[in-house]
Each structure stands twice: as structure tokens, then as C-alpha cells.
């Protein structure tokens, strides 16, 4: 910000010397009317015009010092720029029947640069499946099967094209990050990368159902997520890769004979029975950021600028219950976007979370937002408490991002027309986001 503010003064610095000489030319084109004139006669007057006018131009040459030495105070002194407003959208595999069709994905970036949102985040990684033809699923079988559009066409690639013609970011969502469902292909040819709880049992109950758990702390599990999110963003002309509340492990998991013997050639200790001891609990956090330090370095040495977005729970959620220490990620260095999961009906529980010390300390160097939920198919969002929300996060100076495309204006309470003119009201005038 610093040397943008510097650069505008020098350029205004520039323009005011430049517009202060402008009489300057006048006089002289007034006394030598044609050009051929001038050069033929400009040795002799050269020494008259230098006595003559170098009073006047010593007066012009005060006047604008004094004139840029006022100004450049002013320049200084405006307040920050505020940092890039997120305003986005997730789109999930419920919206797969869209994605699909190009005449839909076309009509859906429309309406949303119509209605001033500038980021979607498309599912990439979902139930141990890749959304995208992938060499890499390919040659780990686990994907006896390539999703494609309904021409044949590729997906993902088609929404980005759509997306960048009309200005607005398309950063891939890694969806389920270690999470995979008990009956994919990745749990049945590959079960040694999976963990365990302590009672030897391996799968637990999210959002999404029953499911396992990679073991983040395997070397070919690291290697398998880091192959898949360089081959994404070198195959697509992605704006960035984000990671959610899936990037972690529950703090229950851990007790597969790998990280046992791990952690014990570490620690000379076996680990604790209590899944919740502070010390256990820090050494995996620590293993997992250690892996999205490393993560991140690969990303950026093959695409410097991209987009690193992390979308966790609320901090002590993560922590305590995830082994998500994403507070630290950001004070490493590795987070350029952070979106906080808030998914709250209550308004003041809501201001309550997005009012966090850590959510606030984010906003003082990347720029942080947070996730808002606009209804479920089986629990729909009224527009009046999107609306809210929205109003809540913008006076603390935060962006948002929608829970999830299809539930914007469908399966929704009101008709899409009174939705679509309630979305109209939150974003009043652009914020497009730079590209890469």
C-alpha cells in the first residue's frame, strides 16, 4: 500500500511539472510560430529567451515545489484502501446438474456478476473423487470414472472460460480434504493410508455421513493431496486452491500403527490414551501445519501469485476438536484468503463468532470473510436472515461467501425473483478482484 500511495505521488508530481510548463510553451510557440523558423533561429535567441524568461521560470518552479511539498502531506495521510472485498459463492455437487450444462453455467455467471459477486469456488475433491479428468486419480485407482459435461465437455474448465470472460474468480474448493467415504476406491486399494481411533474403530460421522480419515501424517498420503492439488492448478487457469474444515483430523483419530511408531520415535513415549492430552494434541496439529507449510511451498513455486484460501471452522472449534491450528498457518505466512465458517440462524451468535480476536487479527493482512449459510435443501435460509448477516459481516469491514449456488434463489422460501432482488441489495456497486 505504502509504495502504491508512493507511486501516485510521484505521478502527480509528474502532471503538476509538467501542466506548470504549459504557459511556458505557449510563450515560446508565440514568439517562434513556425517550426522551421525556430530551429534555424533557436541558436541566437537561445541566450535572450534564457534572460528573459528565467525569472519566470524560477517563479513557476517555486510555486509548484511549494504546491507538490502541500500535497504530499494529503497523499500520506489517506486512509488505508480497503482490502479486497470477498464476495462468493460455493458451488457443491448439488449443483452438478448445472455445472454440467454450459447454457446453465453460463445464465448462473451472469446473474452473479449481475449481482456483484466476484469469487466462485467450485467442488473439486468430494467423496474421494476428482471432478476433473485427472491423470493423477487415474493412476492411483482410485476413479473408474471421469465426470464430463453433458457434450462431453470439461467441467471445470468450461466455468472457469465463463467465469474470467465476465470478471470474476474461480478458485477451486478441495472439498473433503482428508475425509473419504468407508466404500470409495481410495479406502479399498489403498486402506494403509487411512488412521484409526484408539478402539481400532475408523470411521466417524460428519456432515457428509459416515466416513474415513487419511492419515495426514503418512508421507504417500502427503505426497497423493499434493500431486492432485499441483496437477489441478497446472492443468486449469485457476485463481487459487482452497482448503476447508476437511484439511484436518479429528482429534480422536491418530492411533494407526504408522503414527504410533511416529510418534514414539519422537517423543520416546507411546501415545496417550486420552485423545484430548495437550501434548498429543499439539504434536498432530503441529504434523498437519507442517504439511500445509509444505503444501503451500509447492503450490507457490508453481504458481507464485495463486490464491493459497483456507475456509475453517471458528478457531477453538478447530483446534480443540479438528487439530486445526489455521491461526498459526496465517501468522506463518501461508494463508492469502481466510473464510470463516459461520453457519449460525442467531443473529447475535452470529456477530458473536465473527466478532473473534483471531478473526479481526486475520484482517489486518489478508483479506478475510466469512461463510453464510443460504439454505439447505431440507432447511431452507429466509432472505431477511441472509440479509442480516450480511449487513453484520460488512460493518466489521468482512466479506462473505454463500453456503452453497443452488439454495442462492432455490429451495428457498421466497420466489427467485424475490431473492434474486434481495441478493440485489447486499451489493450495491462492483468489487472485482484482480487477477493473477
Not at 167 to 179: A, K, Q, Y
Not at 371 to 387: H, S
Not at 400 to 407: G, H, I, Q
Request: charged fraction near 20%; hydrophobic fraction near 45%.
Amino acid at each position: 500500500m505504502t509504495s502504491r500511495l508512493h507511486k501516485k505521488s510521484i505521478q502527480w508530481r509528474v502532471w503538476l511539472a509538467n501542466a506548470s510548463f504549459k504557459p511556458m510553451k505557449l510563450i515560446l510557440k508565440s514568439f517562434f510560430p513556425f517550426q522551421s523558423w525556430r530551429l534555424r533561429h533557436a541558436a541566437t535567441f537561445s541566450q535572450t529567451l534564457r534572460k528573459r524568461f528565467f525569472p519566470i521560470l524560477a517563479l513557476i518552479s517555486c510555486i509548484t515545489v511549494l504546491l507538490v511539498g502541500n500535497l504530499t502531506p494529503a497523499i500520506a495521510q489517506v486512509p488505508q484502501l480497503p482490502r479486497e472485498e470477498i464476495r462468493g459463492v460455493w458451488m457443491t455437487n448439488n449443483d452438478i446438474d448445472i455445472l454440467k450444462e454450459r447454457s446453465k453455467v453460463q445464465e448462473a455467471v451472469t446473474q452473479l456478476r449481475r449481482l456483484n459477486f466476484n469469487t466462485i469456488y467450485p467442488v473439486i475433491w468430494n467423496s474421494g473423487y476428482v471432478m476433473y479428468p485427472s491423470a493423477v486419480a487415474k493412476r492411483t485407482n482410485i476413479q473408474p470414472f471421469v465426470l464430463r459435461g453433458a457434450d462431453g465437455h470439461d467441467i471445470l474448465a468450461d466455468l472457469i472460460n465463463q467465469a474470467h470472460r465476465q470478471g470474476l474468480l474461480v478458485i477451486p474448493w478441495f472439498e473433503f480434504g482428508f475425509m473419504a467415504p468407508p466404500t470409495s476406491e481410495l479406502v479399498m486399494e489403498h486402506p494403509n493410508w487411512f488412521t484409526q481411533k484408539r478402539d481400532g474403530s475408523k470411521t466417524s460421522i460428519s456432515a457428509a455421513g459416515e466416513v474415513m480419515w487419511l492419515n495426514p501424517f503418512h508421507p504417500e498420503v502427503q505426497q497423493f493431496i499434493t500431486s492432485l492439488v499441483l496437477e489441478n492448478i497446472s492443468q486449469y487457469d485457476v485463481d487459487g486452491i482452497q482448503f476447508d474444515d476437511h484439511m484436518s483430523l479429528p482429534y480422536e483419530f491418530g492411533y494407526d500403527p504408522y503414527t504410533v511408531a511416529l510418534y514414539a520415535q519422537e517423543t520416546k513415549n507411546k501415545p496417550p490414551a486420552n485423545p484430548q492430552d495437550q501434548a498429543w494434541m499439539r504434536w498432530r496439529a503441529e504434523k498437519i501445519t507442517a504439511f500445509m507449510v509444505k503444501l503451500n511451498q509447492a503450490v507457490k513455486a508453481q504458481k507464485p501469485r495463486l490464491i493459497f484460501s483456507v475456509s475453517p471452522n471458528y478457531y477453538d472449534f478447530a483446534y480443540k476438536f479438528q487439530l486445526q491450528d489455521w491461526l498459526n498457518w496465517i501468522r506463518l505466512n501461508i494463508v492469502d484468503e481466510l473464510i470463516v465458517q459461520i453457519y449460525r440462524p442467531d443473529l447475535q451468535a452470529f456477530i458473536n463468532n465473527i466478532s473473534r480476536a483471531e478473526i479481526r487479527e486475520s484482517q489486518k493482512s489478508i483479506p478475510t470473510g466469512v461463510g453464510v449459510m443460504a439454505g439447505l435443501r431440507n432447511n431452507p435460509v429466509p432472505i431477511k436472515q441472509i440479509q442480516a448477516q450480511v449487513r453484520a459481516a460488512q460493518e466489521r469491514g468482512l466479506g462473505v461467501a454463500f453456503f452453497y449456488y443452488e439454495s442462492l434463489w432455490e429451495s428457498a422460501p421466497e420466489s427467485v425473483a424475490e431473492r434474486q432482488a434481495g441478493f440485489q441489495t447486499l451489493f450495491r456497486s462492483p468489487a472485482l478482484r484482480a487477477r493473477i
